[in-house]
Structures are given as C-alpha cells and as structure tokens.
C-alpha cells in the first residue's frame, strides 16, 4: 500500500509531467493500478485500494449535500461536481486524498 501512496505522492506533485490533468485522468491511473494487483495476483493491495476509494467516496458524498441523489456517482464524479474546472478537480481531488489518508494514518510523504 505504501508503494501505491508513493507513487500517488509522485504524480500529484507534478501531475502534467504524467499526462494528469483533470480527475478523470487520476481515475484511469487508479483504476489501472488496481488492475495490475488483480492480474499479479495481489488481491490485497486490490482490496486495500478499493477500501481507500470507498472512504474518498464517502467523505465526497458528505461534501455533496447539494446534489440530491448521490449514491449513484463514482468518487471521481463526485469530484467533477463539486470543481469549477479540470484544474480544481485535481485540487479537490488532493484535498480529498490528504484528508483520506490522514483519516487512516498513512503520511502521504512517506
């Protein structure tokens, strides 16, 4: 887990030099990490992903009182809604991050 927060650390600190820029970008990213768990086998560190996304999801859905229905969104879509534009959803996508790691103590410098 502390590789996936490392490499996480890394994109987010210069997220165009990896071909980020927006949280739709991050999603793919996330979603392809976990997908090379599941082929090498690594189902635990799947796992432990997919807990880490549920907790961003969840404190994502607090946030969104506005939207009346949001059980339905992924946590990258919660993301979207709730930014001006491609920029600040990867600003509130590291706010989210920072705030779920935090909540689970794993330092995101580590």
Known sequence: MQDFIKFMSHIL???AMHGVYKVE???LIIF???FGCINSNNGDL???IGSLLKNMTEELRKES???SDNSNYNWFELVRQNSKNDKDSLKKFQEIWHEVLEKISFSPNM
């Open 13 to 15: 600190k210069r997220p």
């Open 25 to 27: 970008d991050l999603s």
């Open 32 to 34: 392809g990490y976990s």
């Open 46 to 48: 799947n796992n432990k």
């Open 65 to 67: 009182n506005d939207i």
